[in-house]
């Protein structure tokens, strides 16, 4: 029942984007701070597909006292208006990433290399200027888990540029 309930909303959010889209900006760039397995610095840029459709490529850095580590994600994203500037979204994405263990903590010569797939959602909000701020949630599923859990909970902040 809730696998059925879950479709139908996607169905109805996705079939419903005309009606309720607002033109978005073509490119931005900017950065997302985020805490998922730990705390993530992320360059970010969106790029417009269509009027209410774009993708995201993020290049994110994780610096923590055992281990670095580096992740490429990329979302496709349906973008809803809620008000005039403020707007919700969501979509799905995939990624991956390599970390490298700090051998004079541990001892251990470790490089691993992992991929993940991502769902996001979240609400931004866009100013007379080209500033774009957002909240967003991404569950990260991992194939090959560099951390305890094969899920990481993402939440994050952005703050970006936009530009034509």
């Known amino acids: 029942m809730i696998k059925y309930l879950f479709f139908l909303f996607i169905f109805l ?12 900006s073509e490119h931005s760039i900017g950065l997302r701070l985020s805490n998922g397995d730990g705390f993530w610095a992320e360059a970010s840029y969106q ?12 290049l994110a850095l994780q610096g923590k006292s055992t281990y670095k580590a580096i992740k490429l994600t990329g979302i ?8 005039n500037g ?6 799905p994405g995939i990624g991956g990433g390599a ?6 903590i541990d001892g251990r010569d470790d490089k691993k290399t992992f ?10 909000y866009n100013f007379d200027f080209p500033l774009l701020i ?16 094969d899920i ?7 703050a970006r540029y936009q530009f034509n």
């Open 152 to 158: 990481s909970f993402n939440f994050g902040l952005s």
């Open 99 to 104: 970390l490298d263990y700090d051998t004079r």
């Open 76 to 83: 496709h994203q349906w973008l809803f208006t809620i008000d």
């Open 47 to 58: 790029n417009a597909l269509s009027t209410n459709t774009r993708v995201e490529l993020g």
């Open 115 to 124: 991929g993940f797939i991502t769902g996001n959602i979240g609400i931004e």
């Open 134 to 149: 957002s909240f967003d949630f991404r569950p990260e599923i991992y194939f090959d888990s560099y951390s305890n859990n």
């Open 13 to 24: 959010s996705i079939s419903t984007h005309t009606v309720l889209s607002q033109e978005i």
């Open 86 to 91: 403020l707007n919700w979204y969501t979509g």
